[in-house]
């Protein structure tokens, strides 16, 4: 059975630190695209940071660059995100996501295959 599942998320006060996990079973975790996304109440899902996991090429999201960093542990089967210096605008529900079926469009939502159940980050200003 093919999942993903998230976990680490939390309750911070602004300027605090999360980090996110994804573990993936019954998935080819090497040498494929795997990103994190975010979603606030009523808005559209949108990249947070993007890793390829079979040469380590990482993208950031303006808005977290700096801030977030995105790793990889194939023998772990798991991607991470490192959640620095957190501002309230960072409150909303991560999803950890796989498999883009074009991989031109990774940064895009709405064409990965998998997807994890989310897991809540709120930051308290």
């Known amino acids: 059975q093919v999942q993903l599942v998230e976990s680490g998320g939390g309750s911070v006060q602004a300027g605090g630190s999360l980090r996110l996990s994804c573990v993936a079973s019954?998935?080819?975790?090497?040498?494929?695209?795997m990103g994190w996304f975010r979603q606030y109440p009523g808005k559209e899902r949108e990249v947070v940071a993007v890793?390829?996991?079979?040469?380590?090429?990482?993208y950031y999201a303006d808005s977290v660059k700096g801030r977030f960093t995105i790793s990889q542990d194939n023998a772990k089967n798991s991607v991470y995100l490192q959640m620095n210096s957190l501002k309230p605008e960072d409150s909303a529900m991560y999803y950890c996501a796989a498999d883009p079926r074009k991989p031109l469009e990774r940064y895009n939502p709405n064409y990965y295959n998998l997807w994890g159940r989310g897991t809540q980050v709120s930051v308290a200003s």
């Open positions: 019954g998935y080819t975790f090497s040498r494929n695209w």
């Open positions: 890793i390829y996991t079979g040469g380590d090429s990482t």
